[in-house]
C-alpha cells in the first residue's frame, strides 16, 4: 500500500495524514475483493525495514494501525472478513498488538474472504526464521516442509500481486510467496487507488496465461 507520503506531500499535508488517507482506502478494497468473490486478500502495511523512519512517523502509523482496527476492521467481522497479521509480532507496542490479537479472535470464524496484513513483515525476515524452525524440527527439508514453518503456512501463494504509487521492485514482500505470481504494476497513489482500479486489474490478471515454467 505504497504512496501515502507522496500524496501528502502533493498536497502540503503532515505525512501522517497520508498514512490516515491510506488507512480509509482499505476497506473499499477488502469490500470489493469480497463481493468479486476473491477468497484471499493480503495487504503489505508496515515492513520490517519501516522501523527506521522517523519516531514521529512511526509512532503515527501505530496509533493509525489501532484506530484503523478499530473503525475500519472491527466491523469487516459482521461482513465475513477474517483477518490475521503476518509478521514479527514481538516489536509491536503491547496495546497494539492487543488490538490486532482481538481482532483475529473476533473474526476467526468469518468465512467469506481471508484478509491477510503483512505487519512489521518481511520476506527475508520470514525466510530466515522459518529455516531456523525446520532446522530445529529437523526436517522434512523440501519445500512443502519448508513452507509449513512460513508465518501464515495456510496463506494461499498470491495469484496477483498489485504494486501501487509507480515504484518498480519487490520490497521484500511475500519473496518466498510469490514466485510465480503475476504483477501489476501502477502508477496511483495508494490512498487514490479505488474499486475501478482494483477490477481492472484483476480483468489485467485474468488475461494472462500462466504456465508457471511449463508449456
Ligand atoms: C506506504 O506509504 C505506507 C507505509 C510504508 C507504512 P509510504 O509512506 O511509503 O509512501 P511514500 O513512498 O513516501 O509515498
Ligand atoms: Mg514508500
Known amino acids: 500500500m505504497d504512496g501515502n507520503g507522496r500524496w501528502a506531500?502533493?498536497?502540503?499535508?503532515?505525512?501522517?495524514?497520508?498514512?490516515?488517507?491510506?488507512?480509509?482506502?482499505?476497506?473499499?478494497?477488502?469490500?470489493?475483493?469480497?463481493?468479486?468473490?476473491?477468497?484471499?486478500?493480503?495487504?503489505?502495511a508496515f515492513s520490517t525495514e519501516n522501523w527506521a523512519r522517523s519516531a514521529d512517523e512511526v509512532a503515527a502509523l501505530m496509533q493509525i494501525f489501532a484506530e484503523t482496527v478499530d473503525r475500519e476492521l472491527a466491523g469487516?467481522?459482521?461482513?465475513?472478513?477474517?483477518?490475521?497479521?503476518?509478521?514479527?509480532?514481538?516489536?509491536?507496542?503491547?496495546?497494539?498488538?492487543?488490538?490486532m490479537e482481538g481482532l483475529e479472535r473476533a473474526t476467526v470464524a468469518a468465512r467469506r474472504l481471508h484478509l491477510w496484513i503483512a505487519f512489521d513483515y518481511g520476506g527475508r525476515a520470514e525466510i530466515v526464521e522459518a529455516a531456523r524452525h525446520l532446522?530445529?524440527?529437523?526436517?522434512?527439508?523440501?519445500?512443502?516442509?519448508?513452507?509449513?514453518?512460513?508465518?501464515?503456512?495456510?496463506?494461499?501463494?498470491?495469484?496477483?500481486?498489485?504494486?501501487?504509487?509507480?515504484?518498480?521492485?519487490?520490497?521484500?514482500?511475500?519473496?518466498w510467496q510469490s514466485a510465480y505470481a503475476e504483477y501489476v504494476f501502477t502508477e496511483t497513489l495508494w490512498p487514490d487507488f479505488g474499486p475501478d482500479e482494483f477490477r481492472s486489474a484483476l480483468e489485467d490478471y485474468a488475461q494472462r496465461r500462466r504456465r508457471f515454467g511449463g508449456r
Open 76 to 99: 469487516l467481522a459482521e461482513e465475513g472478513v477474517h483477518t490475521q497479521f503476518v509478521g514479527r509480532r514481538d516489536r509491536a507496542p503491547d496495546w497494539l498488538l492487543e488490538k
Open 135 to 175: 532446522a530445529n524440527a529437523g526436517g522434512p527439508f523440501t519445500e512443502e516442509g519448508f513452507a509449513q514453518h512460513l508465518y501464515a503456512p495456510e496463506m494461499p501463494d498470491p495469484d496477483l500481486v498489485i504494486r501501487t504509487s509507480g515504484e518498480l521492485r519487490l520490497s521484500n514482500f511475500l519473496l
Open 9 to 44: 506531500e502533493a498536497r502540503g499535508l503532515d505525512v501522517a495524514e497520508g498514512h490516515r488517507a491510506g488507512a480509509r482506502a482499505l476497506h473499499p478494497i477488502v469490500k470489493t475483493a469480497k463481493d468479486l468473490g476473491v477468497g484471499s486478500l493480503a495487504v503489505y
